[in-house]
């Protein structure tokens, strides 16, 4: 199986892929797509342990041309569940009060347990509008805010009018330790 990032340029009167044809990512299961601040397209993919990225660079915005970099394993953090989260670029401000664009990166962090779903927490790592290679991204994201110190898995944000992210993950008592209720 592949995963394909597909677009529209006519508002869904027809449909393209991304990359024409070329694979994008081994692991194939509950991808996430950003835009990275230099226009670079991210993909993310659930994996055990972790995600998967890949970068899409265009060389030619008004055809859509470009290439997809390699797949790389990274923000291994997620102990040894296998478990989606969201990955997020937002606009954010440093302590000092200057502008930085940040990447958010939700999934368990682990701790224990027979899928390690757990713990679910919020890596970040600082992006400019550089352009990046796979290896870039997968690379140096730091523990922000662990949101959960129970069982906790698959988690998504949105900016809210306000500014202010929604963060919302499942968390116990939904399930057990073997996941048998649901």
Known sequence: NAIYV????????????LGGSQTHVTANDEPKVEILPGGQILLSVRRGGGRQFNVFTYTDKATNAGSWANNVNGCGNGGSNTCNGEIFCIDAKKADGSAVK???????????????????????????????????????WTEGMQVSTQLSSYSTMSLQKDGKIAFFFEEAPCYDDNYAKG
């Open 6 to 17: 597909i677009y529209t340029d006519d508002l869904g009167l027809s449909w393209s892929i």
């Open 102 to 140: 940040l990447l958010l990166q939700s999934q368990p962090k682990g701790g224990g347990g027979p899928y390690d779903r757990r713990n679910v927490t919020i890596w970040y790592k600082e992006v400019t509008d550089a352009a990046y290679t796979s290896e870039q991204i997968a690379a140096d």
